[in-house]
């Protein structure tokens, strides 16, 4: 799934074959996709020329594996595209649920307050192997299950013939991102 998401993502633009679908996607989110790809090389390459500065972090592994992958500037690229939207809408949009859902279920905030602020006594003694919190796990897991956090997920294809969607048809063989894009003008 990472793969189909980074691959799609960052060489949709780049390729060749896909550029003949490029008239059903109109130009605003065709230069955005572009502008997205572009901005996801750049921080990418920039953290790369960094260095590491003290602790590890998720790029930090890419690159030690980089040579032994055979991993490009594309493929880095393709990764970074993936962690900029897996680390940002994603988890907005699991804190939002959570919050919304949590205003609406007075108990089960109540019972998370209880478990967060019971279970120490400074911010200190918070580490990763200490803060195991099984409701708000739970709390979390049901977020995700109301409102699942996938930004773009595997493409689904119109069957043969063709299908009307919102009384605009399209051919089989589309997938659901050019369906959607008929509709955003």
């Given at each position: ?78 990764y970074s595209n993936s962690m900029i939207i897996a680390g940002s809408e994603t988890s907005a949009t699991v804190l ?80 659901q991102f050019f369906c959607n894009a008929l509709h955003s003008d």
């Amino acid at each position: 799934m990472v793969d189909f998401i980074a691959y799609d993502s960052a060489i949709y633009i780049l390729s060749p074959l896909l550029e003949k679908f490029a008239t059903y996607i109109p130009t605003t989110i065709t230069k955005g996709m572009l502008n997205h790809v572009h901005q996801s090389k750049a921080k990418i390459l920039s953290r790369r020329e960094r260095g590491e500065q003290g602790r590890k972090d998720f790029c930090s592994y890419l690159f030690e594996m980089q040579d032994q992958m055979k991993l490009t500037d594309w493929d880095l690229t393709a990764y970074s595209n993936s962690m900029i939207i897996a680390g940002s809408e994603t988890s907005a949009t699991v804190l939002s649920a959570a919050t919304f859902w949590l205003c609406r279920a007075p108990a089960a905030y109540e019972k998370l307050k209880e478990e967060l602020r019971s279970r120490f006594t400074s911010s200190s003694e918070i580490t990763s192997q200490t803060a195991t919190f099984p409701y708000l796990t739970a709390v979390i897991n049901e977020a995700m299950r109301m409102l699942p956090p996938v930004a773009n997920g595997p493409p689904r294809l119109v069957p043969k013939g063709g299908e009307f969607v919102d009384g605009v048809f399209v051919p089989g063989g589309v997938s659901q991102f050019f369906c959607n894009a008929l509709h955003s003008d």
